[in-house]
């Protein structure tokens, strides 16, 4: 059974950072693209970044690109998103997605999610 | 704004058949495939259909896709209160090197 389990997720502070991470189970994490989407309050599907499965290529939203990074450790089965300048506009549930064999394909499989608010 | 374009809205009564929309460019839908999400109330979201018509093991037959050109779009046959949802399309975007998704559909079973 395919698991992706987000944590790292908090009230933060205009301008600070938070790390989040997506463990992993149930499929060859390795050898899959993955992605992180948010949804902020009351609001659609936003995409925010995306791995490919050696974890050499990544991409960005305009909306991210130099604030956020995002990373995989094929070796411990997790993702992650270092996110640094947070501002207001980033709060949002951010939501692990197990991507296909390339990076384009689907999003195929979604976590639970974790609460990101950004308030002073 | 969303690069894909979809209705906000949708509706109809047990039974009947709705169709959502979702249009693109040349970028996205045009040269990609198109998958479908079906979003619960306060669950995430699950492909309902992939590779523009293929449906997951599990989803109803009820559920179609298709995609011409730069446009696709959903179709529910035979209307259950459970399809009461948020569908949202998505495509990868050559030009963005990004996941592109529309600004989503709440279907409203009356």
């Known amino acids: 059974e395919v698991r992706l389990s987000e944590s790292g997720g908090g009230l933060v502070q205009p301008g600070g950072s938070l790390r989040l991470s997506c463990a992993a189970s149930?499929?060859?994490?390795?050898?899959?693209?993955m992605a992180w989407v948010r949804q902020a309050p009351g609001k659609g599907l936003e995409w925010v970044s995306s791995t490919r499965a050696g974890g050499g290529d990544t991409y960005y939203a305009d909306s991210v690109k130099g604030r956020f990074t995002i990373s995989r450790d094929n070796s411990k089965n997790t993702l992650f998103l270092h996110m640094d300048s947070l501002r207001v506009e980033d709060t949002a549930v951010y939501y692990c997605?197990?991507?296909?064999?390339?990076?384009?394909?689907?999003?195929?499989?979604w976590g639970r999610g974790t609460q990101v608010t950004v308030s002073s | 704004q969303s690069v894909l374009t979809q209705p906000p809205s949708a509706s109809g009564t047990p039974g009947q058949r709705v169709t959502i929309s979702c249009s693109g460019s040349s970028s996205n839908i045009g040269s990609n495939i198109v998958n479908w999400y079906q979003q619960l109330p306060g669950t995430a979201p699950k492909v309902l259909i992939y590779t523009n018509s293929q449906r997951p093991s599990g989803v109803p037959d009820r559920f179609s896709g298709s995609k011409s050109g730069t446009s696709a779009s959903l179709a529910i046959s035979g209307l259950q209160s459970e399809d009461e949802a948020d569908y949202y399309c998505?495509?990868?975007?050559?030009?963005?090197?990004?996941?592109?998704f529309g600004g989503g559909t709440k279907l409203t079973v009356l």
């Open positions: 149930g499929f060859t994490f390795s050898s899959r693209a």
């Open positions: 997605a197990k991507g296909g064999s390339y990076v384009g394909r689907i999003l195929e499989f």
């Open positions: 998505a495509a990868w975007d050559d030009s963005l090197n990004g996941w592109v």
